[in-house]
């Protein structure tokens, strides 16, 4: 043995002249992946984030190409979210639900009935669904199972729709009431009463809440987060049913006195107001510097941001009470003409339009090149282009191993549509990855693993996009021979991991 040893060191130092680089250098064929995953862009909320933006950065349609329709018991207002392949959504009157629908193919998964009209939007946090109803309640479901969490009664219907924001769901209610409320136990935390009912969802943004009362009061609040207390109100003409977006330091709303005002989110101050031919219950969408927003004269305005100059204008041929939405360059609306409306963000023009079967006063949602709306004819629908699963995923790294050592390999796929992608990594001993992700297509990931058992294995991976289409499996066969790590020579281990098919008379020497 000891003779062996010798032999065995006089052949690493020789190799080791010959084949590593020095160090603080790299060979030009190295490739060491990176792992990041990105958060994919759901629609988690009414206006898309805490500050109601109702921006996303999905690619979107550029046809009205319909994937799926699904139809519910009844009439919606409620806008959708999308979050993790569902999309989340409530219905009136005789029907009274939550549903839940696959995101890629509409098919139900659940609901959740309620004791009145759901018109609220829901808020998709931490795996749980809030969404207020008219039976003046605050419900908490489970996202994977509608399953009831908590509910909290307040004094009058809920129409506002939840924001979620560090562990606090903050709402407005009919009876005059803004709502802070623990989001794990719907325990209240603290009550602003105002002098109106409050149907405006409130943006949260930088430690302060804003919102929106009705009529009588006709204000706009700004109130700290964690206390409730008023920082600053700012009076319009007439009630506000619409519901603020905060960027760049300034809040956009409108009012029933037909304007949009843009205000200092720290003073209140007015900054500018827009008056159009109307009353405004829409909400502002805000991005590229631009403000889009509905008004009950017909119309779709895009307004300067900054100055609140005019930039362009469409005409529906119906009121629009729906908020438009932001992607893409592309501004997606719903007119009371029974119209969704897909406009080029920067010059007004009409890019495509569906026809539905109602009203359109629910707003739409974009998650990951899809656009999805409700209607009042009781239907859900998602517009989008067909979709295509992701290729077979390539898996790389050594052939041979040790047991009881971890060894690295590397996976990467394409996707046809340019999705982000999951992966679902089998090791061929009982043990898998389970989903990972989501990653951007043609990025590899390194994922290590470690053998207990001397065998040969199948790896087996396979990649989903985000729409849940899954490619085939990728596999590649390794071979763990060795029980143990050879403790005095960790350059060799490397050396033989790195070079699988080299040094014969070392394996030979080794047993390996």
């Not at 105002?194 to 430690?207: D, I, K, M, R």
């Not at 390999?409 to 992966?423: C, E, L």
Request: proline share 5%.
């Amino acid at each position: 043995m000891k003779d062996k040893k010798i032999i065995v060191l006089g052949l690493l130092f020789v190799l080791l002249g010959a084949s590593i680089p020095a160090m603080g250098t790299s060979s030009p064929h190295s490739h060491q992946p990176l792992i990041i995953a990105t958060a994919s862009d759901w629609w988690p909320m009414f206006g898309h984030d805490q500050n109601h933006t109702r921006y996303s950065t999905s690619t979107t349609p550029n046809t009205n190409n319909l994937l799926w329709t699904y139809t519910t018991g009844d009439w919606i207002v409620s806008s959708p979210a999308v979050v993790n392949g569902k999309v989340f959504i409530g219905t009136g009157e005789s029907d009274d639900k939550v549903y839940c629908l696959n995101a890629s193919t509409g098919v139900l998964l659940w609901t959740f009935r309620t004791y009145d009209s759901v018109l609220s939007s829901p808020a998709v946090a931490n795996g749980k669904v809030y969404i207020g109803s008219n039976d003046k309640k605050v419900y908490c479901l489970n996202a994977s199972s509608g399953g009831l969490i908590w509910s909290y009664t307040t004094g009058d219907w809920v129409i506002s729709s939840p924001t979620v924001v560090n562990g606090k769901v903050y709402v407005g209610s009919f009876d005059n009431k803004v709502y802070c409320l623990n989001a794990s136990s719907g325990g209240l935390i603290w009550i602003y009463s105002t002098n109106s009912y409050v149907e405006s969802s409130p943006a949260v943004f930088n430690g302060k809440v804003f919102v929106g009362s009705g009529d009588g009061d006709n204000r706009v609040y700004c109130l700290n987060a964690s206390s409730g207390g008023l920082i600053w109100s700012y009076t319009t003409g007439r009630k506000i049913e619409s519901s603020p977006a905060v960027v760049n330091g300034k809040v956009y709303i409108a009012s029933e006195d037909k304007k949009v005002y843009c205000l200092n989110a720290s003073s209140g101050g007015l900054i500018w107001s827009y008056t159009t031919n109307s009353y405004v219950f829409s909400s502002p969408a805000v991005a590229y510097g631009k403000v889009f927003i509905g008004s009950e004269d017909y119309k779709v305005y895009c307004l300067n941001a900054s100055t609140g100059g005019l930039l362009w204008n469409y005409s529906t041929s119906g009121k629009i009470m729906c908020s438009p939405v932001i992607a893409n360059e592309k501004v997606y609306v719903g007119s009371d003409d029974c119209n969704v409306y897909c406009l080029n963000a920067s010059t007004g023009g009409l890019l495509w339009s569906y026809f539905t079967g109602d009203l359109e006063r629910s707003s739409p949602a974009v998650a990951y090149g899809k656009v999805y709306i409700g209607s009042e004819d009781s239907k859900v629908y998602c517009f989008g282009v067909e979709n295509h699963p992701p290729n077979t995923p390539t898996i790389t790294g050594p052939a041979q191993g040790n047991i009881k050592v971890q060894t690295t390999y590397n996976v990467t796929t394409t996707d046809p549509d340019g999705d982000h992608v999951y992966y679902l990594i089998d090791w061929g001993d009982g043990a898998n990855s389970s989903w990972i992700g989501d990653y951007p297509s043609g990025q590899d990931i390194s994922k290590p693993h470690t053998w207990m058992k001397k065998g040969t294995y199948t790896i087996k991976a396979k990649a989903k996009d985000t729409s849940g289409a899954e490619s085939d499996w990728g596999t590649l066969t390794v071979t763990m021979p060795l029980d143990y790590y050879p403790p005095h020579y960790p350059i060799l281990w490397w050396l033989l991991a790195q070079f699988p098919h080299a040094f014969p008379i070392l394996r030979y020497l080794l047993g390996y």
